[in-house]
T-cell receptor, first 114, second 112 residues
């Protein structure tokens, strides 16, 4: 079975802190994604990566950065956390090309910024 | 934004009834997918329909796609309490690679 593991399920951080959300997948997927989920807004794509060290902005990249130094790991970084970044963050991965139609999600990380 | 919308936002039915939820999107697609999310968990892929397909079945799930109206529907037949979850449509847009754009979701509650 595909496993996408998000290291932290629940985090509480203070405004202005630097926050790291880590995600690891074990299926040798080329693509990795970070989404943010808020009530009434569905899932919105923050960043995605289609290869090691490659990244592309999604729909809402402001206030976030990402790092992909190894194929299996994709990190989301909040340089200076703000209260409007309180949300559920979902990591996902997929193959590229025609094998990449299905994406696999982690269990989510609930971040509260106070 | 290319984000789609599901309709209705919330649906409550009795066990054994059928549940229908709809999805509309804005730009041309390669495929459309439906995902399920149990409360507080990640999303799980249910079914994919390609842009050249009109209907697809998987167990108790039936998906239709009307590209002329840019809409899709998901039918769950003979619903069970365990079907209670949020359901999201996701579209792979032409030229978008493997990125998916998700809708806002339908919360389905199946009561005993």
């Amino acid at each position: 079975d595909v496993k996408v593991t998000q290291s932290s399920r629940y985090l509480v951080k203070r405004t202005g802190e630097k926050v790291f959300l880590e995600c690891v997948q074990d299926m040798d997927h080329e693509n990795m994604f970070w989404y943010r989920q808020d009530p009434g807004l569905g899932l919105r794509l923050i960043y995605f990566s289609y290869d090691v060290k490659m990244k592309e902005k999604g729909d809402i990249p402001e206030g976030y950065s990402v790092s992909r130094e190894k194929k299996e790991r994709f990190s989301l970084i909040l340089e200076s956390a703000s209260t409007n970044q309180t949300s559920m963050y979902l990591c996902a991965s997929s193959f590229s090309g025609s094998r990449g139609n299905t994406i696999y999600f982690g269990e989510g990380s609930w971040l509260t910024v106070v | 934004s290319q984000q789609g919308e599901e309709d209705p936002q919330a649906l409550s039915i009795q066990e054994g009834e059928n549940a229908t939820m709809n999805c509309s999107y804005k730009t041309s697609i390669n495929n459309l997918q439906w995902y399920r999310q149990n409360s507080g968990r990640g999303l799980v892929h249910l079914i994919l329909i390609r842009s050249n397909e009109r209907e697809k079945h998987s167990g108790r799930l039936r998906v239709t796609l009307d590209t002329s109206k840019k809409s899709s529907s998901l039918l769950i037949t003979a619903s069970r309490a365990a079907d209670t979850a949020s359901y999201f449509c996701a579209t792979a847009h032409t030229g978008g690679g493997n990125k998916l754009t998700f809708g806002t979701g339908t919360q389905l509650k199946v009561e005993l």
